[in-house]
C-alpha cells in the first residue's frame, strides 16, 4: 500500500543552521509528492509539491527534490530563520485514478530554531 | 474569500454526547475532505466527498457520518462521542482528484471526557 515515513523530531536548530527533514515513500505509479508546515495554533499550508520524477519543488528558501530511484522527497533549507519553527509533513497523492484526491500523511516533524 | 472556515474552534463533550463539526469553503471545490490529527499520527483520513451528493469512507470511518448536500458545506457527525475521538480535526479542500492540492481549515480541537 501507499504510506510515508518522516524523520522522527523534535529537530531543534540555531538560527542560520541548515536543515534536512528526511521523508521517504512506498506507492504503487507515480505519486505526487507534498511538504505541508503546520504554524502553532494553525491548520496546514502547503509550502511546495513535486509532480513527477526529478522535479524540484520550492518555496520560501526550501527545497524538495522527487527522487524516485531512491523513493525520497528530502526538505532542505540553508538558512533556517526562528519564524520556521512549526511542524512539516511530508504527504503523497497517489497516482492519477486515485479516488477523492486523497492524501497520505507522514506523522510530522516538529521543528524548534533557537535565536 | 474566506477559503475553509470550520467551527466550533474548540469543543467539549461527555462521553455519549452527539454533535456536528461543520465545515464550509467558498471557492467552489467538488473535493471535500475530514481528517483527524493525532500526536506522533500524522493526519488520517476519516471521510471525503468528490462532490454534492457523494462520500465515501477514509482511514478511519468509524463513529463518524457525513453528508454532502451542497457543494459548499462538509458537516462531520459524531453520533455517540467517544475518549477515542479526542483529536483535532481538520477539514480540506481541493478543486479536483488527483494531483490538486488541498486547502485546510484551521481546525477543531474536540475533548471528549
Known amino acids: 500500500g501507499n504510506s510515508v515515513t518522516q524523520m522522527e523530531g523534535p529537530v531543534t536548530l540555531s538560527e542560520e543552521a541548515f536543515l534536512t527533514i528526511n521523508c521517504t515513500y512506498t506507492?504503487?505509479?507515480?505519486?505526487?509528492l507534498f511538504w505541508y508546515v503546520q504554524y502553532p495554533g494553525e491548520g496546514l499550508q502547503l509550502l511546495l509539491k513535486?509532480?513527477?520524477?526529478?522535479d524540484k519543488g520550492s518555496n520560501k528558501g526550501f527545497e524538495a527534490t522527487y527522487r524516485k530511484e531512491t523513493t525520497s522527497f528530502h526538505l532542505e533549507k540553508g538558512s533556517v530563520q526562528v519564524s520556521d519553527s512549526a511542524v512539516y509533513f511530508c504527504?503523497?497523492?497517489?497516482?492519477?485514478?486515485?479516488?477523492?484526491?486523497?492524501?497520505?500523511f507522514g506523522q510530522g516533524t516538529e521543528l524548534s530554531v533557537k535565536p | 474569500n474566506a477559503g475553509v472556515t470550520q467551527t466550533p474552534k474548540f469543543q467539549v463533550l461527555k462521553t455519549g454526547q452527539s454533535m456536528t463539526l461543520q465545515c464550509a469553503q467558498d471557492?467552489?471545490?467538488?473535493?471535500m475532505s475530514w481528517y483527524r490529527q493525532d500526536p506522533g499520527m500524522g493526519l488520517r483520513l476519516i471521510h471525503y466527498?468528490?462532490?454534492?451528493?457523494?462520500?465515501d469512507q477514509g482511514e478511519v470511518p468509524n463513529g463518524y457520518n457525513v453528508s454532502r448536500s451542497t457543494t459548499e458545506d462538509f458537516p462531520l457527525r459524531l453520533l455517540s462521542a467517544a475518549p477515542s475521538q479526542t483529536s483535532v480535526y481538520f477539514c480540506?479542500?481541493?478543486?479536483?482528484?488527483?494531483?490538486?492540492?488541498?486547502?485546510f481549515g484551521p481546525g477543531t480541537r474536540l475533548t471528549v471526557t
Open positions: 466527498s468528490v462532490g454534492a451528493g457523494i462520500t
Open positions: 480540506a479542500s481541493s478543486p479536483g482528484t488527483g494531483l490538486m492540492e488541498q486547502y
Open positions: 471557492m467552489n471545490h467538488e473535493y
Open positions: 504527504a503523497l497523492s497517489p497516482s492519477r485514478g486515485n479516488q477523492g484526491g486523497k492524501l497520505i
Open positions: 513535486a509532480t513527477k520524477a526529478d
Open positions: 506507492a504503487t505509479g507515480y505519486p505526487s
